[in-house]
């Protein structure tokens, strides 16, 4: 299983981005999709997720109302459209992929990406 994230970069604060996260070796749609960040010096947190069908999303607090989560199930891709940016997004954004429905927890989250890097300048 491979799972490549792609999309980061640097932008100002009130900007967007759009991380892209295509997978490969694995039924794709049978897979909830994670997307998880890590700031520097802090531990690992959930960000969005979606169900295998894209039926269903689920949002940190944090994000609520400016990211987005989808997923093209015909091309193996998650995205995650991040509009709004603060200087507290800042972090390296991971993909993962889990076969449990409904609990976000990142123990669930069996596949991992290798991470793509986004800093917002103030």
């Known amino acids: 299983v491979q799972l490549q994230a792609s999309g980061g970069g640097l932008v100002q604060a009130g900007g967007s981005l759009r991380l892209s996260c295509a997978a490969s070796?694995?039924?794709?749609?049978?897979?909830?999709m994670g997307w998880f960040r890590q700031a520097s010096g802090k531990e690992r947190e959930f960000v969005a997720g979606i169900i295998g069908s894209g039926s269903s999303t689920h949002y940190a607090d944090s994000v609520k109302g400016r990211f987005t989560i989808s997923r093209d199930n015909a091309k193996a891709t998650v995205y995650l459209q991040m509009n709004s940016l603060k200087p507290e997004d800042t972090a390296l954004y991971y993909c993962?992929?889990?076969?449990?429905?409904?609990?976000?927890?990142?123990?669930?989250?069996?596949?991992w990406g290798q991470g793509t890097q986004v800093t917002v300048s103030s």
């Open positions: 070796g694995l039924t794709f749609s049978r897979y909830s």
């Open positions: 993962a992929a889990s076969r449990t429905i409904g609990d976000w927890s990142s123990r669930n989250f069996g596949f």
